[in-house]
Each structure stands twice: as C-alpha cells, then as structure tokens.
C-alpha cells in the first residue's frame, strides 16, 4: 500500500532492465550501513538485483540485523529519511509459512568462514563467505587472494577454487568424467577435460595441443589452453603448503546439487542468472550485489558463491568427492571435484 502522498495504480507496470539500477542500489546500501552500524548486512535484493531482467522500477533491499529492535532501527533509518509502512498481515503470513515450511535462516555465526574462488579478467574473484553473508576480494594471484581473506578472517577454514586441481599424466581425470553426468544435456561441457601435466609445460597451443594427445590421447581446447596460467598458478599455491584447506570445485555441479533445474539455462543469460540466484537464496545465502568495474562479472561472482557453499559443506561434513576417494597422480595432489 502506498503512503497517502504517494500516487497508486491498480496496474502492475514492468519496466526493460536499467543499467543504473545497480549503482542506484549500491548507494542506498551505503546509505543503510550508516543508518545500522549494528547490521550484519545490507543487499540489494527483487528483480531489480538481477542483471538484464524487467522488472518494477522499484529497488529493494535488505538489511540483515541480530536483534530486531523496532525501537532503535525505526528512528535511525527515519534520521535518513525512510519511513515506516506498517504490513502486520504480511509478516503473519511469512511467520505462519516459516513455521510450516520449517524454512529458516541460517545465523551468520553458523560454521568458519569459508572462500569460495572463480577466474576472471582481474585474476581472481572470491566470495568470502559467513554464515549466510559474503564478501567479495579480487586479487591477481590466488596466494594475494587467500592472503587477503585471511587477514580479514583469521579463521579462515576452506578454500574452493573453480580451476582443475591435481593433473594427469597418462589419461583423463576421473573427475571430470563424473561431474559431467551430474549436469543435463547440454551443460555438460561446462566441465572442460583437463590438461595434462605435459601440456601446461609448452608455451604455444599447438604444442600444449599435441603434447596433450601423445599423453590424453587427445587434443587440447583453446578454452582449456587459455586456462593453463590460472592452472599453473593454482598448481604451484597447493604444492608451496598453504595454510588452509584448498578444494576444487565447480560451480555448476554445485548449483546442480542445490536445484538440478537453475543450471538448464546458460549462465550468461537472464534467466540464467536468476535461476541461480534463486538457487543460492533457497540454500539460505545471499549473494552480493553485482559491481561493475573490478575485474569480474555478475556470472564470475555467482560462480564463486556457488563453490563457498561446497566449501562450507565439507567443514561441515557433509560435502562428497567425485571420485571417492579423489585419484592421486604423479604429483602426488588428490584429483577431486567437491560437491
């Protein structure tokens, strides 16, 4: 219901998706931060929070708090000019459909954090992850990354990458295989074939391509060959004995174990994004908002959400590798994919 100096229209109006949409939220965010110091989180949630999708040009956000003290929030977010609009019917229902549902939030006290880690132009992109709530780090490296998280989150648990972990020698990863079936058809090739050793030690495609079919007995991708330095980077932090736990994940076969459905569509387009939007806040996360100009895109960031939930499935033991148990090859690195 509108307030009395607010005009009302019985009909539902969805405008095209507005580029500023997402900065407009981003300042309201800042706004509510100052308006709650006490918030565990403000998020730039609705329609409006996914990318290239029509919606009501009407911008929502959340503010997450501990305590939900109406005495103290109302007047603090009146000083900065919003205002109550009392719905007692609206948080019956949602109460009353919590109770039946047993739906719940969890606490962002629930478990370590967590860092969950995708590719992307700047380098890397990670959601570091608590409880329910993220942040987002891009670094160049992924030591600089996990470096960084752990100076925010000295107790910093897990760390999940999307990039292959442990390299074959003499025939394709297990792995890749079973995370494959995981995925419907058409998806499938999300999870490309892995390099082999050799391959990553040749510096021009053509001879990463052949070095790959005389060890794989197949040729290499230009996609996978683009990846051999984000490969190498991640090959050398888990051989130089990092100080956490380092998994590999991939982000759509995690997705997948949250709602098969989310990953029918590409992730690159709107219903994509949404649907694995969705699928994150119905395992009980909310994801950030998307920024532009740091390196990464909305689909990078979702990525990275996705594996900090497998991350935070195998703190807390619930998590299962593909194979089990992971294969070792002459590197001596357990090959896995988390889920």
Not at 115 to 132: E, F, K, N, P
Request: aromatic share 6%.
């Amino acid at each position: 219901m509108p307030f009395p100096d607010e005009s009302f229209s019985e009909r539902v109006e969805v405008s095209p998706y507005r580029e500023d949409w997402a900065a407009e939220a981003a300042g309201y965010v800042a706004v509510l931060r100052d308006a709650v110091p006490g918030a565990r989180g403000v998020d730039h949630i609705g329609s409006t929070s996914v990318r290239g999708l029509p919606a009501k040009d009407c911008l929502d956000l959340m503010v997450r708090v501990a305590v939900l003290d109406e005495d103290v929030l109302v007047p603090a977010l009146a000083e900065h000019g919003f205002r109550l609009r009392v719905q007692p019917l609206l948080m019956q229902r949602a109460e009353v459909w919590a109770a039946e549902t047993g739906s719940r939030m969890p606490t962002p006290d629930e478990g370590p954090p967590v860092l969950g880690v995708d590719g992307c132009t700047a380098g890397w992109v990670g959601a570091l992850l608590r409880g329910s709530t993220y942040d987002v780090l891009v670094a160049p490296d992924i030591a600089a990354l996990v470096q960084e998280a752990r100076r925010r989150e000295p107790g910093l648990a897990v760390v999940a990458i999307d990039m292959p972990i442990g390299l074959p020698d003499e025939r394709p990863r297990t792995t890749d295989v079973l995370a494959r079936r995981r995925l419907p058809t058409g998806r499938k090739s999300s999870v490309f074939p892995t390099p082999s050793r050799a391959a990553t030690t040749r510096t021009t495609y053509v001879e990463a391509s052949a070095a790959n079919r005389s060890a794989l007995g197949r040729g290499l991708s230009q996609q996978a060959f683009r990846l051999v330095p984000k490969i190498l980077d991640v090959d050398a932090f888990v051989r130089s004995g990092p100080p956490v736990t380092v998994l590999e994940a991939h982000p759509e076969v995690s997705l997948a174990e949250i709602d098969p459905d989310c990953v029918v569509p590409g992730k690159t387009t709107a219903a994509g994004a949404a649907a694995r939007l969705a699928a994150l806040r119905g395992a009980g996360l909310a994801p950030p908002p998307y920024a532009r100009g740091r390196g990464y895109t909305a689909d990078d960031l979702l990525d990275a959400c996705a594996v900090a939930w497998t991350a935070a499935r195998y703190v807390a033991g619930t998590a299962y590798s593909l194979p089990d148990p992971p294969e070792v090859f002459s590197d001596g690195i357990p090959a896995a994919i988390w889920v």
